[in-house]
């Protein structure tokens, strides 16, 4: 199926380029790989794949549901909600998808139901989930703890927040018994060798985001293209789209794409996205539609029929439309097709 009117390019070498260069950044550390929400929006079991041929060992998910999708490409996968009563019977499922344990409730119901190989949360500052860094002893008791995990809540910045969860972490692994511990996530690997422990679980930057102002060389991998599905010229003086936010200074060559918020090409985009013909910038008029989008084809050669690529650049595209990288990656919609290079 490769004929819809819109399309996300990805770039499978980018891809491992970039776990490479955070396994690298990584050091000693092994370097696992979080695929929740469906790989960011690229499709989870095209990214384990690639990431698993390339040498990756460990995946992260949020539910069962996402650890079922990737259970027979993944050698491991820790599912980062837990276990609930519900989930008791997936749970037992597989040796090599352990649930992280995240409450007393949860280290009780896995070791009432058998025990057997875990991971367990630690919270050490974020109050999300997790079991407190100062509960006692008898919280982590009678668990065989594969990974003891904990998250940075601020690993993107300079804040003084880093580095006492940071300290707390190491005084929990100092004395709950675990094969292995973990902290960071993408911009935690750039913090700094004591943040790295034994293995680290970079989401967003294996996605091509920008993590943080120290991640450089990491490639883009995600490429919308959507194709024009027509060319009209619009007079100066004419307004373009919905309540006519826009009005020309001059004759315009417009061209309509097929793509809009419904796709998660959302309305802040409005008046400040660009679309590349080849090398040529068009700028976005008016406001984003559902389904459509209009832009100034002026300075381009393009055709009805043309596709044109969206300007996806992570960090800038945060910046322009005012939402996270995470939000512009995880919020792409259904109706592309996914084309892999
Ligand atoms: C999502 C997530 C990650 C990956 O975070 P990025 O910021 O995308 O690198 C790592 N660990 C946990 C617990 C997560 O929820």
Redesign the pocket.
């Known amino acids: 199926m490769t004929d819809a009117p819109l399309r996300l390019r990805l770039d499978g070498a980018a891809l491992v380029h970039n776990w490479r260069t955070l396994s690298e950044r990584s050091g000693p550390a092994a370097c696992g790989a ?1 695929v ?1 929400a469906d790989g960011y929006g690229l499709g989870a079991r095209d990214v384990v794949r690639r990431l698993r041929e390339a040498g990756c060992r460990d995946f ?1 998910v949020a539910t069962w549901a996402e650890a079922a999708a990737v259970a027979d490409l993944a050698p491991s996968v820790s599912v ?1 909600h837990g276990a609930r009563p519900e989930d008791l019977s997936d749970a037992r499922r597989w040796r090599h998808v352990r649930p992280v344990l995240n409450t007393p409730a949860q280290a009780a119901r896995w070791r009432e139901s058998g025990g057997g190989p875990c991971d367990v ?1 630690v919270d050490t500052g974020m109050n999300r989930l997790g079991l407190r860094w100062d509960a006692p002893a008898t919280a982590f008791a009678g668990l065989e703890i594969v990974t003891l ?1 904990s ?1 940075l809540a601020c ?1 993107d910045e300079d804040h003084p927040l880093n580095a006492l969860q940071r300290d707390r972490f190491a005084a929990v692994a100092a004395r709950v018994p675990a094969q292995r511990t973990s902290l960071a ?3 935690g690997i750039f913090l700094g060798a004591d943040y790295r422990f034994d293995l680290t ?5 294996l996605y091509g ?1 920008v ?1 943080c102002p120290a991640a450089a060389g990491l490639r883009q991998v995600v490429a919308p293209q959507a194709q024009v599905l027509q060319r009209r010229r619009m007079l100066a003086g004419e307004t373009a789209g919905y309540n006519a936010t826009y009005r020309a200074p001059a004759d315009q060559e417009l061209a309509i794409l097929n793509i809009g918020y419904a796709d998660g090409y959302g309305r802040g985009f409005s008046s400040v996205g660009t679309v590349f013909a080849g090398d040529g910038a068009c700028p976005v008029r008016g406001l984003v539609s559902m389904d459509l989008l209009i832009v100034d084809v002026s300075a381009a050669e393009v055709a009805e029929g043309d596709w044109l690529t969206i300007d996806y650049a992570l960090d800038r595209a945060a910046a322009a439309s005012g939402r996270s990288q ?1 939000e512009l990656l995880t919020g792409l919609g259904s109706r592309f097709d996914r084309v892999w290079l």
């Open positions: 979080a929740k992260f980062l949360m995990l998250h690993a996530n993408s911009a679980r970079p989401g967003l930057a985001g993590p995470y």
